[in-house]
């Protein structure tokens, strides 16, 4: 249990930010592990996603209106208006999310898994750009909401579950993503100046961040998430990196997800106490 009343200056309290083509309702396994370990979990949504997976397919078009530094604020305003800094993780473009974030000086640990890269890093795997095929092939859907088939969506998420798991998965969890994300994702590292996904790998005084990889991960495989973790190697703020062999971009789901689970929670609480009491830089 989380003793926050013998320690008023510990963290009570875990933001779990979710991906695109998902919803909270993806974080819904993880929120009863942390609570009942006495931890008060919030799963906020993407401004105008406060509707849920049913309504979304049905009528994506708060979806189609998401612009990217919208729901960094509103992310920010989530956590800002708390006691105390919570642990922050993420999931795929929530890893992102993540790390913008920490990097505005938001939470007391973060831990981005699965994570989407910030601007500046340049890995494109065949198996991400594939995933990604569908939303790029067409420059109209940068304005659109664009969704996976259930095939589509066994490959990216669930491809080490057998078909008729990972057509379960997509029942319960699949809804549209914005195509502007995606293509913004892209276009960063090619648009001069910084863009709307940038961070400050530099900057010394961020909360520590812990990067878990799935390593049968095909739309953010190992490779992604270990260059976006040396961009890091100029701060002296902690940044470490785990993978976890075998498992897909659906990892906070699948067989195995309590011990990622676990495992994130423990380095972020470690993390969290060495950094206020000025150990971990």
Same mark, same amino acid.
Do not use: C
């Given at each position: 249990?989380?003793?926050?009343?013998?320690?008023?200056?510990?963290?009570?309290?875990?933001?779990?930010i979710h991906?695109l083509?998902?919803?909270p309702?993806?974080?819904?396994?993880w929120?009863?592990r942390?609570?009942?370990?006495?931890?008060?979990?919030?799963? $906020?949504?993407? $401004?105008?996603?406060e509707?849920?997976? *049913?309504?979304?397919?049905?009528?994506?078009?708060?979806i189609?209106?998401?612009?990217?530094? *919208?729901?960094?604020?509103?992310?920010?305003?989530?956590?800002?208006?708390?006691?105390?800094?919570?642990i922050?993780m993420?999931h795929?473009?929530? &890893?992102?999310f993540? /790390?913008?974030?920490?990097?505005?000086g938001?939470? +007391?640990?973060?831990? +981005?898994?699965d994570?989407a890269?910030? *601007?500046?890093?340049?890995?494109? =795997?065949?198996? /991400?750009?594939?995933?990604v095929?569908?939303?790029?092939?067409?420059?109209?859907?940068r304005?659109r909401a664009?969704?996976?088939?259930?095939?589509q969506?066994?490959?990216?998420?669930?491809?080490t579950?057998d *078909?008729?798991?990972?057509?379960?998965?997509?029942?319960?969890?699949?809804?549209?993503?914005? @195509?502007?994300f995606?293509w913004?994702?892209?276009?960063a590292n090619?648009?001069? &100046?910084?863009?709307?996904?940038?961070?400050?790998?530099g900057?010394? @005084?961020r $909360?520590?961040?812990?990067?878990? +990889? &799935? @390593?049968?991960?095909?739309?953010?495989?190992?490779?992604?998430?270990?260059?976006?973790m040396?961009?890091?190697?100029g701060?002296?703020a902690?940044?470490?990196?785990?993978?976890? =062999? &075998?498992?897909?971009h659906?990892?906070?789901?699948?067989?195995?997800?309590?011990?990622?689970?676990?495992? %994130?929670?423990?380095?972020?609480?470690?993390? %969290? /106490?060495?950094?206020?009491?000025?150990l971990?830089?």
């Amino acid at each position: 249990m989380a003793d926050n009343d013998a320690n008023p200056s510990s963290v009570d309290t875990i933001v779990l930010i979710h991906g695109l083509w998902m919803t909270p309702r993806s974080w819904e396994r993880w929120v009863e592990r942390y609570t009942g370990k006495g931890y008060r979990v919030i799963t $906020p949504t993407y $401004p105008g996603m406060e509707v849920g997976v *049913e309504a979304l397919r049905d009528n994506p078009s708060p979806i189609e209106r998401l612009r990217v530094p *919208e729901t960094v604020k509103h992310l920010e305003r989530v956590v800002g208006e708390m006691e105390r800094p919570p642990i922050i993780m993420g999931h795929s473009a929530g &890893g992102l999310f993540t /790390q913008i974030l920490l990097d505005h000086g938001f939470g +007391a640990a973060g831990v +981005a898994i699965d994570s989407a890269p910030p *601007e500046g890093v340049r890995v494109l =795997p065949f198996s /991400q750009m594939r995933v990604v095929f569908p939303v790029l092939r067409n420059p109209a859907n940068r304005r659109r909401a664009v969704g996976f088939t259930p095939e589509q969506f066994h490959y990216a998420f669930a491809n080490t579950l057998d *078909e008729e798991d990972s057509a379960r998965v997509y029942e319960r969890y699949h809804v549209p993503a914005p @195509g502007r994300f995606v293509w913004e994702s892209v276009l960063a590292n090619i648009t001069p &100046g910084h863009q709307n996904t940038y961070v400050d790998f530099g900057n010394g @005084g961020r $909360p520590p961040l812990l990067f878990i +990889a &799935g @390593g049968a991960d095909h739309l953010m495989p190992p490779s992604v998430n270990k260059s976006n973790m040396r961009h890091y190697r100029g701060s002296a703020a902690v940044t470490e990196y785990t993978e976890f =062999p &075998g498992r897909s971009h659906y990892t906070v789901g699948e067989d195995g997800w309590e011990e990622v689970a676990d495992y %994130a929670l423990d380095w972020a609480v470690r993390h %969290a /106490q060495r950094d206020r009491q000025g150990l971990g830089r």
